[in-house]
């Protein structure tokens, strides 16, 4: 049975830039949380898949160029890669809340066909995040959830670790 770490992206792995639409626009803005890159490494080490679901707004249009997501993406797997950490999928929800879309969190279906496929630790499970609509997420595919909040320092990556595989 597979243990997953279903992680979201923006505000989670890394920061959300403090403006209006809080939206990672350029490498400059692309942060890490704090520990998160060696916190992920250890949940390797204990055998967890890490899963990547994002819900980005207007992605492919021009308030959220592709190019530009695809550019910061890169750069921030290529950091993580470097400390040994990888993820084994990517679910991006490409539309924007009013368009009722069966893909955004906290509707499951984009999960669907990989839930199906495979043998997943539910009790062993996690879902990461830092907005409570992802909660209702967790709870819609049967998973512990925890919450992150990078200025705290009892919601940090470290204390999930040391929660969920300490
Ligand atoms: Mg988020
Ligand atoms: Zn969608």
């Not at 692309?30 to 520990?35: A, C, D, E, G, N």
């Not at 009790?123 to 595919?141: G, L, P, Q």
């Not at 998973?143 to 929660?163: A, C, G, P, T």
Request: aromatic fraction near 18%; include cysteine.
């Amino acid at each position: 049975m597979k243990k997953i770490l279903f992680i979201d992206r923006d505000g989670t792995l890394i920061q959300e830039p403090d403006k209006e639409i809080p939206q990672v626009d350029s490498l400059e803005e692309m942060v890490f949380l704090p520990w998160v890159i060696s916190s992920l490494n250890m949940f390797i080490k204990k055998w967890y898949k890490l899963i990547i679901v994002t819900n980005q707004d207007w992605l492919w249009t021009e308030l959220n160029p592709r190019e530009n997501y695809t550019n910061i993406n890169n750069k921030m797997f290529e950091i993580f890669a470097w400390e040994g950490v990888t993820f084994s999928h990517i679910f991006e929800c490409p539309h924007f809340e009013s368009d009722n879309c069966k893909c955004r969190k906290p509707k499951v279906w984009i999960l669907w066909d990989f839930l199906s496929e495979n043998d997943i630790d539910y009790k062993n499970s996690y879902m990461v995040w830092d907005r409570d609509t992802d909660s209702e997420f967790a709870k819609n595919i049967w998973v512990w959830f925890y919450k992150v909040i990078y200025w705290d320092d009892k919601h940090n990556w470290w204390n999930i670790l040391e929660f969920v595989a300490g």
